[in-house]
């Protein structure tokens, strides 16, 4: 009887460790992930799987997930530690620099100027008309982000990387 216990337990045993192996990756390195909403329209429509990095270093423009007490939202870094960031008249500024912002779809509100954190970013939604963002919640703290996401794996038309 113990024999077979101990040659049952044999059989098992790699199942187990990829059972592991699995649920490690998935809770540190990448899980995937569904958009809701047309917040990122026109580069995500709103009904894509995606696969999000959990490892990644954040860069500016990167498609990031933020998690808020209420929600989990998929946004565009623009603000990176330490700058100062400002929106005039459809422009967003950086560090008193004007950007070539390509991925706003619709007006961008004005918004007053803010030196963020050591640990902040800004946030923006591609869809600016719609877009739950930074304008509205104020800056995220790094531990708010869950992590980077730049590939589609669903609908199948779309599948690859999102480009930056």
Known sequence: MKEKIIKNSKELLPYIIILIV???VRTFIVTPIKVNGNSMYKTLDGTEFM????LSKIERYDI???????????????????????????????NDKKIEDVYAYGETSNYESITLGSDEYFILGDN?????????IGPVKKSQIKGTTNFILYP?????KVEK
């Open 51 to 54: 696969i999000l990095n959990k």
């Open 64 to 94: 990031v997930v933020v998690d808020t007490k209420s929600d989990e939202l998929i946004k565009r870094v623009y603000g990176l530690p330490g700058e100062k960031i400002s929106i005039e008249n459809n422009s967003i500024y950086i």
């Open 128 to 136: 600016r008309v719609v877009s739950l963002d930074s304008r509205t």
């Open 156 to 160: 199948f038309n779309r599948v690859g």
């Open 22 to 24: 699995v649920l490690l």
